[in-house]
Antibody
Framework: EVQLVESGGGLVQPGGSLRLSCSAS????????MHWVRQVPGKGLEYVSG????????YYADSVKGRFTISRGNSKNTLYLQMSSLRHEDTAVYYC????????????WGQGTLVTVSS | QTVVTQEPSFSVSPGGTVTLTCGLN?????????PSWYQQTPGQAPRTLIY???TRSSGVPDRFSGSILGNKAALTITGAQADDESNYYC?????????????FGGGTKLTVV
């Protein structure tokens, strides 16, 4: 059974930093592109970032480019999102998402971790 | 700026058929965009319904189908049920390079009434 478990969310002040983690199991983690998608409570989904299976290619939404860094530890089956220079508008639930593989789409989603940026 | 468009809301009667669409503010949606569809109920993580335009994800009933209709991607629900009342999001793959990899539509709130 595929499982994606996010952690690391919480309350942070504007301008601060936070690192999210996503622990993956039930599939060969090192073989799949992985993504982060976020959702402001009560609003729609927004694509944040993606990373190829070997970590060699990364993708960022314009809204986070230069502030967020995606990475992965294939030996630990873990996906990361380092967030810095956080803004109020980064407040959201952040989902870890597995790529289907070969179809530029997503299949499994974690339950999400809430990041709140507030003073 | 690329904007993926969806109807903000839609209503369908129980047992009825509804088609939700996913378009682009400039240009047409084709299979090259690998349109996919996701269902989300409040408080829950999204669930994958359709990928690569028309491939159903594992366990998704065949009353959900995907297609290209005209210049848009479409999600059709045939024989709507009460528990289909959810938010539905489409995603388009924009490619790499200077473009955003993936862009979500704003979502459609489907009411079954």
């Amino acid at each position: 059974e595929v499982q994606l478990v996010e952690s690391g969310g919480g309350l942070v002040q504007p301008g601060g930093s936070l690192r999210l983690s996503c622990s993956a199991s039930g599939f060969t983690f090192r073989s799949y592109t992985m993504h982060w998608v976020r959702q402001v409570p009560g609003k729609g989904l927004e694509y944040v970032s993606g990373i190829s299976s070997n970590g060699g290619s990364t993708y960022y939404a314009d809204s986070v480019k230069g502030r967020f860094t995606i990475s992965r530890g294939n030996s630990k089956n873990t996906l990361y999102l380092q967030m810095s220079s956080l803004r109020h508008e980064d407040t959201a639930v952040y989902y870890c998402v597995k790529d289907i593989g070969g179809s530029y789409s997503f299949d499994y989603w974690g339950q999400g971790t809430l990041v709140t940026v507030s003073s | 700026q690329t904007v993926v468009t969806q109807e903000p809301s839609f209503s369908v009667s129980p047992g009825g058929t509804v088609t939700l669409t996913c378009g682009l503010n400039s240009g047409s949606v084709s299979t090259n965009y690998y349109p996919s569809w996701y269902q989300q109920t409040p408080g829950q993580a999204p669930r994958t319904l359709i990928y690569s335009t028309n491939t159903r994800s594992s366990g998704v009933p065949d009353r959900f189908s995907g297609s290209i209709l005209g210049n848009k991607a479409a999600l059709t629900i045939t024989g709507a049920q009460a528990d289909d009342e959810s938010n539905y999001y489409c995603v388009l793959y924009m490619g790499t390079g200077i473009s955003q990899g993936w862009v979500f539509g704003g979502g459609t709130k489907l009411t079954v009434v």
